[in-house]
């Protein structure tokens, strides 16, 4: 192979390979049980098979739409009304986009200038800040504290400048599984009215929120306040809620202006999103009880987890939301989250994420997060192991 003759003179000199990566390759190569990068072990519903089978059968296999295939829009236009009493022209308001991560990209870069500021809230996803800074953005973070996780606003206040152009933020919360309540989405409207700061709400764990009964609580989608959609960027993804994460396939909701904009960048980015699959999912949505059943079925699979892990050494925090338990192992081990992650994949067969990633500068509360999206026998056998730590 030719070495190259330049610099390469990379645009993001202090990125690495993504933790999802890194963890789920040593998962590998060690055998070990994969809690680490999130995706179910279980089969996705058959019938989705069947259903994308059928729509390459009928030809649907050459280019859908640039925005998206009308049928899957309109469901979504159907799902988020019947959801949160809101209506959405599939038209002019709905993209389908290659996953959620695509849509968080895209967003960004059709709005986001040089020297524009972004603000997101640690631990942040791995995606969001090599979005902005690749679009020439700066990220600015803003703290989730442990144990609650929730945004402190007036530490928000006090890092918007007028050079503020985004929040990208993120409920139900990947990695702590908190979940704000209808008081945060209140902040965070009067934080930004009057101003000409752009919202985008990454809402992939809308469908999995716990405890909606007994705690009264419920996925706060930027959606039910109007102060807050009228200037938002709303994503969610079917690969969490299907089950079919490696399919790739998300959306993006936002008032019209905004969502040309969005596709001005969205056709260069990617154009359009697997035709049949597309067709499959606006099939497979009409039931609703398949993404509305959806936190009663993970719930079940936290509740099991949590169980399996009592009289283990690690401190579980609370998970109020999506597919990850997050712990502390302080009582176990004060070695930095990264080599404690590393050491239970090689020497205790057990993979997980250290927190550690999800921050700037390298924070480290000695968290790590596992995923429980697994079949009960994968969660016994885990938890059977994490005891013995
Ligand atoms: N945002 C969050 C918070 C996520 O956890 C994930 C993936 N699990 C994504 C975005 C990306 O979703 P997708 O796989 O649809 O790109
Ligand atoms: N979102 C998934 C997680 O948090 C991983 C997605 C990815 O590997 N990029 O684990």
């Known amino acids: 192979m030719p070495t190259l003759p330049f610099a390469a003179e990379s645009r993001l000199p202090r990125v690495g390979t993504t933790i999802f990566s890194v963890m789920s390759r040593l998962a590998a190569e060690h055998g070990a049980i994969n809690l680490s990068q999130g995706f179910p072990d279980f089969a996705p519903p058959p019938l989705l098979f069947d259903l994308v089978a059928k729509h390459m059968h009928a030809g649907a296999n050459q280019y859908a739409p640039m925005a998206g295939a009308a049928a899957l829009r309109e469901a979504i236009a159907d799902k988020v009304a019947g959801l949160y009493g809101v209506h959405y022209d599939a038209e002019a308001e709905i993209t389908v986009t290659a996953g959620a991560t695509q849509a968080i990209f895209t967003a960004v870069a059709a709005l986001v200038r040089p020297g524009d500021e972004v603000i997101v809230f640690e631990p942040v996803y791995d995606s969001y800040v090599p979005s902005i800074e690749l679009n020439g953005g700066r990220a600015v973070a803003c703290r989730l504290a442990f144990p609650g996780f929730l945004p402190d606003w007036d530490e928000v206040a006090a890092r918007i400048t007028p050079r503020t152009r985004m929040i990208i933020f993120n409920t139900p919360h990947n990695p702590s599984g908190a979940v704000w309540r209808e008081e945060d989405m ?23 929120v716990f405890d909606a009964e007994t705690q009264n609580r419920r996925h706060e989608s930027v959606l039910r306040h109007p102060g807050l959609a ?72 936290r509740d ?21 338990q997050s712990a502390r192992y302080a009582a176990i081990s004060d070695e930095p ?7 239970l994949t090689t020497e205790h067969g057990v993979a997980a994420i250290p ?34 730590v």
């Not at 989250?337 to 050491?343: G, K, P, V, Y």
Request: aromatic residues 14%; proline residues 2%.
């Open 186 to 208: 209140r902040a965070l409207e009067r934080l930004v009215r009057g101003t000409r700061i752009v919202l985008v709400a990454d809402e992939v764990y809308e469908h999995i």
């Open 230 to 301: 009228e200037r938002s960027f709303v994503v969610s993804s079917f690969g969490k809620t299907y089950h079919v994460t490696g399919w790739k396939v998300g959306y993006c909701l936002a008032p019209r202006e905004l969502t040309a904009e969005f596709r001005k960048a969205h056709q260069f980015v990617v154009f359009c999103v697997n035709h049949p699959v597309q067709l499959a999912l606006a099939e497979f949505m009409q039931d609703r009880q398949r993404h509305l059943g959806l936190a009663a079925f993970y719930q079940a699979k």
């Open 304 to 324: 099991f987890f949590r169980s399996q892990l009592a009289g283990s050494r690690f401190e579980l925090l609370p998970c109020r939301g999506t597919y990850f």
């Open 337 to 343: 989250d990264r080599a404690f992650a590393e050491r």
């Open 355 to 388: 927190f550690s990633a999800f921050y700037g500068d390298g924070h480290d509360e000695r968290i790590i997060r596992f995923c429980f999206a697994k079949g009960e026998e994968t969660l016994a056998r885990a938890a059977e192991r994490l005891r013995a």
